[in-house]
């Protein structure tokens, strides 16, 4: 039997046919173990928008949490005398042009302020509980150097 076998090996009619289904088998393979990597590639593209997706959602649920300093028990029965006592604490009041509530908001203007002031007192405003809903700031050229003028539109915070 093994020397029947060996026969039908050796014939030059059976190597074409055969040498034909082992290129066929190895193609096959190759086929087979390209899709399987490639399965393993669109798992770990998955996985990773997976990852980012949830960064994504950890970073807007962290986002939607009050800051501290903004609560709302932390926010006065009166936005304006809030205001009021920012701009005196800063001695900001003599260059105090306008400071009324209407149905925007709350607005002051401020004239002739240095860059340190101007950031002070919007820190001020912050850390208060108030919001700034729009700010026009505008440097006016003068002798002495630049100085600002600042118009904000705030409301207590939510």
Same mark, same amino acid.
């Given at each position: 039997?093994?020397?029947?076998?060996?026969?039908?090996?050796?014939?030059?009619?059976?190597?074409?046919?055969?040498?034909?289904?082992?290129?066929? &088998?190895?193609?096959?393979?190759?086929? %087979?173990?390209?899709?399987?990597?490639?399965?393993?590639?669109?798992?770990?593209?998955?996985?990773?928008?997976?990852?980012?997706?949830?960064?994504?959602?950890?970073?807007?649920?962290?986002?939607?949490?009050?800051?501290?300093?903004?609560?709302?028990?932390?926010?006065?029965?009166?936005?304006?005398?809030?205001?009021?006592? %920012?701009?005196?604490?800063?001695?900001?009041?003599? $260059?105090?042009?306008?400071?009324?509530?209407?149905?925007?908001?709350?607005?002051?203007?401020?004239? $002739? &302020?240095?860059?340190?002031?101007?950031?002070?007192?919007?820190?001020?405003?912050?850390?208060?509980?108030?919001?700034?809903?729009?700010?026009? %700031? $505008?440097?006016?050229?003068?002798?002495?150097?630049?100085?600002?003028?600042? %118009? &904000?539109?705030?409301?207590?915070?939510?």
């Amino acid at each position: 039997m093994i020397a029947g076998l060996r026969e039908i090996l050796n014939d030059s009619d059976f190597r074409k046919p055969g040498a034909l289904c082992a290129a066929a &088998l190895v193609a096959w393979v190759l086929l %087979i173990a390209l899709m399987l990597s490639s399965d393993t590639s669109l798992r770990l593209v998955s996985s990773n928008l997976s990852s980012s997706a949830r960064v994504l959602d950890y970073a807007m649920q962290f986002k939607a949490l009050p800051r501290a300093g903004n609560l709302i028990t932390d926010i006065p029965d009166e936005p304006l005398s809030v205001l009021s006592n %920012i701009i005196d604490a800063l001695g900001l009041r003599s $260059r105090m042009q306008q400071l009324q509530s209407n149905a925007s908001g709350i607005v002051v203007q401020l004239e $002739r &302020l240095y860059g340190d002031e101007l950031g002070e007192l919007l820190g001020s405003i912050e850390n208060s509980g108030l919001t700034i809903k729009t700010a026009e %700031i $505008r440097a006016l050229p003068r002798d002495d150097g630049r100085l600002l003028s600042a %118009i &904000l539109t705030m409301e207590a915070a939510r």
